[in-house]
């Protein structure tokens, strides 16, 4: 399935809980919107309404970095996401912005745990890295999906990154 064909409508937006993209990082751009988001493949463990859910799902990884996001350094500053990556020398390119967008989550967001600490009504997040090991912790009494099932039994298999050494940008 190319990413133009994707149905927008199987990409998850984010809720609170824990996550780690694992791959499948692609351009997704509806029909009748001008800017495309980004999407990726994740293991994630989400409060919703009260219950723990556990999936594996394609969730909107664009929404991470957009101008109402913040992300929470270890030190407990929070920086407006869209200046954790490099942007375009020019900044009318939706195709510039687009690739610098995709470079920075390849290198600073894909196999490294996150933690979605809270939601803001126009989309945007506030999130910080985590560890692998808090990742891994699996609360009791979780809704589980099949697929998430199998992450548990394969889980040595799965190997995740440590929180980035060198600052983003």
Do not use: C
Request: hydrophobic content about 40%; cysteine-free; glycine content about 4%.
């Amino acid at each position: 399935m190319s990413s133009k064909d994707q149905n927008s409508a199987s990409v998850l937006s984010f809720q609170k809980g824990r996550y780690v993209f694992t791959d499948h990082l692609e351009e997704v751009h509806p029909e009748g919107v001008t800017v495309p988001f980004l999407t990726a493949k994740a293991i994630l463990m989400v409060s919703d309404d009260g219950l723990i859910k556990a999936d594996l799902a394609t969730v909107k990884i664009s929404d991470l970095i957009l101008k109402q996001s913040t992300f929470i350094d270890d030190d407990g500053k929070a920086i407006e996401a869209h200046k954790l990556y490099v942007w375009p020398r020019n900044l009318g390119s939706t195709k510039e912005w687009t690739a610098n967008k995709q470079e920075f989550l390849n290198e600073f967001v894909l196999n490294f745990p996150i933690e979605v600490i809270s939601l803001d009504e126009s989309n945007g997040v506030t999130w910080k890295y985590i560890t692998p090991e808090n990742f891994k912790k699996i609360p009791e009494g979780m809704e589980v999906s099949a697929s998430f099932k199998d992450y548990v039994e394969h889980q040595n298999e799965y190997f995740f990154l440590r929180r980035p050494l060198k600052e983003p940008k």
